[in-house]
């Protein structure tokens, strides 16, 4: 993958995706760290509390670290990088469609960026950029 595109190469429309894809992330993992501080100031205790807490936690740096990793190849011009973060999108925007009616403010943030982020992803100047051997 030596022939990976400069970044500033890409379309500004899908420069603008990748940095949707990054702030995405970022408040995804924020309102997952949220969840956990939540739920221990509602007094979740116990080994099984812990474990879950944990497993949140890492769930979310893990998350949110593939998406940074895949959006990086996307805007590099790998067109796999699409398909997947698509994938990811569309699990993000179903499982963050309940905080439309939680008024979670953090999860509504994460929908519209990730929506936001897919529909440039797809745009046809972002569509020509990728459109390659991968």
Do not use: E, N
């Amino acid at each position: 993958m030596s022939d990976l595109r400069p970044i500033a190469a890409a379309p500004s429309i899908l420069r603008t995706s990748f940095w949707l894809w990054i702030a995405s992330a970022v408040v995804s993992f924020l309102s997952g760290i949220v969840g956990v501080i939540v739920a221990v100031q509602a007094g979740a205790s116990g080994s099984s509390a812990t474990a879950v807490m944990a497993g949140a936690v890492v769930g979310a740096i893990i998350g949110a670290g593939l998406r940074v990793v895949i959006a990086v190849f996307m805007v590099k011009g790998v067109s796999w990088a699409r398909i997947i973060l698509t994938i990811f999108g569309g699990l993000t925007a179903l499982t963050s469609l309940p905080s439309l009616f939680t008024g979670d403010l953090l999860g509504i943030l994460v929908l519209a960026l990730t929506v936001a982020a897919g529909i440039m992803m797809w745009s046809p100047a972002a569509s020509a950029y990728l459109r390659r051997r991968y």
